[in-house]
């Protein structure tokens, strides 16, 4: 059965959710399936609906008897925030959002493509909701490294250093999101400025710049046992209880700094006067608790990891944190080399590619609804994208040559496409673009000067970037 839900001019319309495909709208019974409904974008975007439920307005998607977060930042600056979401174990640039129709079918893969809201751009069949959206984006086409591990690749798109003599999980420099706490912090006084969700990223530290600057991890929000750990008081102290201690921490404190000349008792100060604004103040708990969201749409983010960890971040950037990362490795990581050791990436990407298309489109549309999309710069990317030739096994290998980058909203110049990739996908065929190009970006966007220094362990003093420069067609 569908649903019925009101149009902004009071007008009653039924269907299980709405989303834009093209110059269509469809009506959704499940990822993948749909039918025409003849609907303009414009009642799709004042009916405040997209996918399974219906991403309702603002009015329809907070209970009422919610308190909506000040708007009011405290930094001086405008409150940007920057959601991004990695896509972890690194998608296939042809499955995704760079797709090679005319190439033979050992290159194309398994999937078509399908036509966008930005005339002759094509993405693959998987994503028709990103499809409709695709003019409050851009795709990054020509992204490389040249790098096919890993950890040296996530190292790399995460601080814009290739790490020397890697330590697994260990930052050589800091992850974008310790850089954005150090020299901008939050958007509002008892917000951590940092978060991860649903775990704090391997590589996502912040290294020289002091343990006060790692992320706030945030543990998987669709779980039926979520809960965030060091929200709740013990049993038996109060509020005020709570600030006597922290009095009386204050005087060991100011003894300990006396032993202590490397850092760590400053970078604990800030983790520790954070975690004690967390539990002592209610914003964050607000912003915490999913249960306020309306359920339809919850259901349009799609009920699962990424889905929910996507709502999340918008209402932690609401309530003012700065910089959220969300790691996609739901069902699997995009890491699709194939069976039997590993998914195929017809079978993979047919299970992770709706449940991204799903959310990404919800996260954006929600964004625009709120008024939030150009205050919010959201980022998706992996760590490197996937080899052009299917190997045997029905997979794509490890291929840091060439990949795409998505980005939407931040006030940039949206509705195109940067780069282009060769006609089978292997490397840039113009207008090549680094990890340094996208975090140059990132940061412009929340008025960083990536040309910054700060000293490392040895007191050398270290730029944010050393190629700072962001993206011109963007700015």
Known sequence: MGRAWSDSDGSRRSGFGISNWGNHMFELDAPGRSTHLGLSRRSFLKAGVIGLGGLACPSLARPANEERAPSASTNARSPKAVIQIFLSGGPSQHDTFDPKPDAPVEYRGPFQSISTRLPGVRITELFPRVAGLMDRMSILRSVHHADGSHHHSYHWMLT???????????????????????????NRAGMPAYVGIPRASGYGNAAYLGVGYNPFAVSDPNSPRFAVPDLQLPEGVTHERLAERRTLQRSFDRMRRDFDANGVAAGMDTFNQAALDLVAGPVARRALDLTRE???????YGRTRLGQSCLMARRLVEAGVTYVMIEDYEFMEWDLHGAPSATTVEAGTRLKGPHLDWA??????????????????VVVAGEFGRTPLINPAGGRDHWGNVFSVLLAGGGLRHGQVIGSSTARGEQPRDRPLRPDDVLATTYHVLGIDARQTVPDQTGRPREILSQPEPIRELV
Do not use: M
Request: aromatic share 10%.
């Open 160 to 186: 814009g250093y290739y790490p020397q003599n890697l330590q697994f999980y260990v930052n050589q420099r800091p992850a974008i999101g310790s850089v954005v706490a150090r020299f901008r912090g939050p």
């Open 294 to 300: 309306d359920s339809r749409l919850r259901d349009a």
């Open 360 to 377: 990404l489109a919800s996260l954006i549309a929600d964004l625009e609804l709120r008024g939030l999309l150009d205050q919010v710069l």
